[in-house]
């Protein structure tokens, strides 16, 4: 994105989120939610200002850690070839993540969340409705236990049911007595008000409070 349409789309924003804070933010459609949220995730560098974690500027080196911990989920997840156990064995194999290692009774867990049984790790990805998708995207994720989540309308294409499970997904990833936090972009007042503590509010790049009725 060049400077100058980034410029039009996120204007300058003093933004601090803390452990445990549950933010929502809504806004219609081209308002920068998506740039805010990519560019917390340092997907999308500002062109200005700085991003911050634990009061430190995040180095060149430091991203893919800081991804790791800072995990951005779009409404399309990219699944990759194979199953769905494949997929969730995979960021184990990235040099970031190779300390850890692919933990089966807790994905059955959050599967468990979900409305899963064990069979689903056998489906092929390519086989998976929208829903089981993102369900599969989401506990790729949730499994490395991340610090915080940066959902960028996670639900906008799924089924209420489907909604529902990821909803589930993540208030029991939220729950489980560590210390995290999430923003979520969503266009549902309702699923705003229900998923979030703060509700704030984008317009022409503008971050403020959102009124809610």
């Known amino acids: 994105m060049d400077e100058r349409r980034q410029a039009q789309l996120l204007q300058a924003t003093d933004f601090t989120l803390r452990s445990a804070d549950r933010?929502?933010?809504?806004?219609?459609s081209g308002s920068g939610k998506s740039v805010f949220l990519?560019?917390?995730a340092l997907l999308?560098?500002?062109t200005s200002g700085e991003i911050l974690w634990h009061n430190q500027p995040v180095p060149n080196v430091q991203i893919p850690k800081y991804r790791s911990r800072i995990c951005y989920l779009s409404q399309r997840p990219a699944l990759l070839e194979g199953t769905v156990e494949d997929n969730l064995r995979f960021p184990y194999t990235l040099k970031t993540l190779q300390h850890l290692k692919f933990d089966l009774d807790a994905v059955k867990t959050l599967l468990a969340h979900a409305g899963k049984t064990p069979d689903f790790l056998s489906k092929s990805a390519a086989d998976l409705?929208?829903?089981?998708?993102?369900i599969a995207s989401l506990i790729r994720t949730l499994q490395l236990d991340p610090d915080v989540l940066l959902l960028d309308e996670p639900t906008a294409a799924l089924d209420p049911a489907s909604s529902c499970d990821v909803e589930a997904l993540i208030n029991a990833w939220f729950g489980n007595?560590?210390?995290h936090a999430y923003i979520w972009v969503s266009h549902d007042h309702e699923q705003a008000r229900r998923m979030s503590s703060t509700w704030l509010h984008m317009d022409a790049g503008v971050l403020s409070g959102a009124a809610q009725p």
Request: charged residues 15%; aromatic residues 0%.
């Open 44 to 46: 999308d560098a500002p």
């Open 129 to 134: 409705s929208g829903g089981e998708s993102q």
């Open 38 to 40: 990519r560019a917390l």
């Open 177 to 179: 007595g560590s210390a």
């Open 23 to 28: 933010i929502s933010i809504t806004g219609a």
